[in-house]
Structure formats: structure tokens, C-alpha cells
Nanobody, 128 residues
Framework: QLQLVESGAGLVQPGGSLNLSCTAS????????VGWFRQAPGKKREGVSC?????????FYKEDVKGRFTISRDHDKNTAYLQMTNLKPEDTGVYYC????????????????????WGQGSQVTVSS
């Protein structure tokens, strides 16, 4: 059974940091394009950052998170990460990790939501 399980979300003050993790089971994450999506209250789910499969390695970042968020992947742990720094209240939302194979480009995943597998979603709240 293919599964993505997220962890690391929570409540943080503005300017703080969080590190989200997404562990895959049933498939090898390095062969897939992986991404992190955010759904703010009352808004559509949007791609925040995506990372191509290991033979490509290209990345995509939504404009408003550039310089603050970093996506990465640990092959040994079969886990993807989203390191978030200098968090702002507008970063609040439910964060989902995602994966898709078939050589999906980072723009296809992050902009057009080409996703095969979703994580369960985790709430990130940035508030003082």
C-alpha cells in the first residue's frame, strides 16, 4: 500500500521555524517528484514547493516563500522535508505532502497539481 505520512506541524510565533517531514511507504521516494501544498482557510490548495526525482533534482518555490522555505529529501530515510523559516501569519494552513512518478516536472506538480499520492495533511498555525 502506497502511503505518505507527515509530521512536524504545529503552532509557531511569527518569525519562528518549523520543519515538516513526509515519510513514504510502499514506494521509493527518490524516484518520484515530491511536493508540499498548502490550503489556507477558504482558499484552494496551492503548491508551495516541489522537488524533482533524484536524476533531475530541480526545484520550484512559490514566490512568497522563496528564501524562507527549503525542500529536501533523504534517500536513506525515504523521507521528504520542508524547512520553513521566518514564518508569517499568511503561511497558516493545512500542509500536504504529495508525490507523483512518470518524470513529472516540478512546475506540473506545483502549478497544475499533477499528484498521484497525498499525505494526510497537517495544520500549521503562525500566530502570536
Amino acid at each position: 500500500q502506497l502511503q505518505l505520512v507527515e509530521s512536524g506541524a504545529g503552532l509557531v510565533q511569527p518569525g519562528g521555524s518549523l520543519n515538516l517531514s513526509c515519510t513514504a511507504s510502499g514506494f521509493t521516494l527518490q524516484d518520484y517528484t515530491v511536493g508540499w501544498f498548502r490550503q489556507a482557510p477558504g482558499k484552494k490548495r496551492e503548491g508551495v514547493s516541489c522537488l524533482a526525482h533524484s536524476l533531475d533534482g530541480s526545484t520550484f518555490y512559490k514566490e512568497d516563500v522563496k528564501g524562507r522555505f527549503t525542500i529536501s529529501r533523504d534517500h536513506d530515510k525515504n523521507t521528504a522535508y520542508l524547512q520553513m523559516t521566518n514564518l508569517k501569519p499568511e503561511d497558516t494552513g493545512v500542509y500536504y505532502c504529495a508525490a507523483r512518478g512518470h518524470g513529472t516536472s516540478v512546475r506540473s506538480m506545483c502549478i497544475y497539481n499533477f499528484v498521484d499520492q497525498w499525505g494526510q495533511g497537517s495544520q500549521v498555525t503562525v500566530s502570536s
